[in-house]
Nanobody, 115 residues
Framework: QVQLVESGGGLVQAGGSLRLSCTAS????????MGWYRQAPGKQRELVAA???????NYGDAVKGRFSISRDNAKNTVALQMNSLKPEDTAVYFC?????????WGQGTQVTVSS
């Protein structure tokens, strides 16, 4: 079983930055993929960014060039640095981990970008 705890959400003005962090705990030997998804009101959950155990990254088109994902395999953490935030980035951000072919989700953290 994997538990995920997220932190770092909040309110920021357009053009500002936030950093999200997620820590996985439990009996974990090697996590395949770690990433972030987001869901805005009335919209489907979408990929923000993901990173594999060998540091291959994948970004959603809406955040390319503005967001950066990183991970620390020794600490089982994944971070999302969000720069040049826009009001349309407002959403609940969820940490996601793929471990032994099973997906796990965090509880979500709210990010609100004011114009």
């Amino acid at each position: 079983q994997v538990q995920l705890v997220e932190s770092g959400g909040g309110l920021v003005q357009a053009g500002g930055s936030l950093r999200l962090s997620c820590t996985a705990s439990g009996t974990i030997f090697s996590i395949n993929s770690m990433g972030w998804y987001r869901q805005a009101p009335g919209k489907q959950r979408e990929l923000v960014a993901a990173i594999t155990s060998n540091d291959n990254t994948n970004y959603g088109d809406a955040v390319k060039g503005r967001f950066s994902i990183s991970r620390d395999n020794a600490k089982n953490t994944v971070a999302l640095q969000m720069n040049s935030l826009k009001p349309e980035d407002t959403a609940v951000y969820f940490c996601n981990v793929i471990y032994r072919a099973r997906g796990y989700w965090g509880q979500g953290t709210q990010v609100t970008v004011s114009s």
